[in-house]
């Protein structure tokens, strides 16, 4: 099952209290990411079929299709999610301070 395209292991850590000071979006967030993993994961144990990837999900009917848009979007949401998550971490980060910065010359 980890061969499918909709599994994907490699998520961002958990938010820390220090993170939910700075953003605490990033909590409802969270939960969602794992809202969505645990929705992939269910869609691919009912629908086995869509963890082979040479196989068409129309060919197995509407049902089936539309798991498959629904892991294939949660996945794309799930990649956004951390995304985000990235950027308010990288944002939230002191940045270096120039002693020079203020000199008029």
């Known amino acids: 099952m980890d061969a499918s395209p909709h599994v994907r292991p490699d998520r961002p850590r958990p938010p820390t209290v220090t993170d939910l000071l700075v953003a605490p979006e990033l909590a409802a967030l969270a939960l969602l990411d794992a809202a ?3 929705t992939i994961a269910a869609l691919l144990a009912e629908h ?3 963890i082979d990837e040479l196989r068409p999900p129309a060919r197995d009917g509407p049902v089936v299709d539309l798991a498959d848009a629904i892991c294939r ?5 799930r990649d956004l ?3 985000y998550a990235s950027a308010v971490r990288d944002a939230a980060r002191p940045t270096a301070v120039d002693p020079d910065a203020d000199l008029p010359f």
């Open 48 to 50: 086995m079929t869509l």
């Open 81 to 83: 999610l951390a995304r």
């Open 36 to 38: 969505l993993q645990i």
């Open 73 to 77: 979007r949660a996945s794309s949401l």
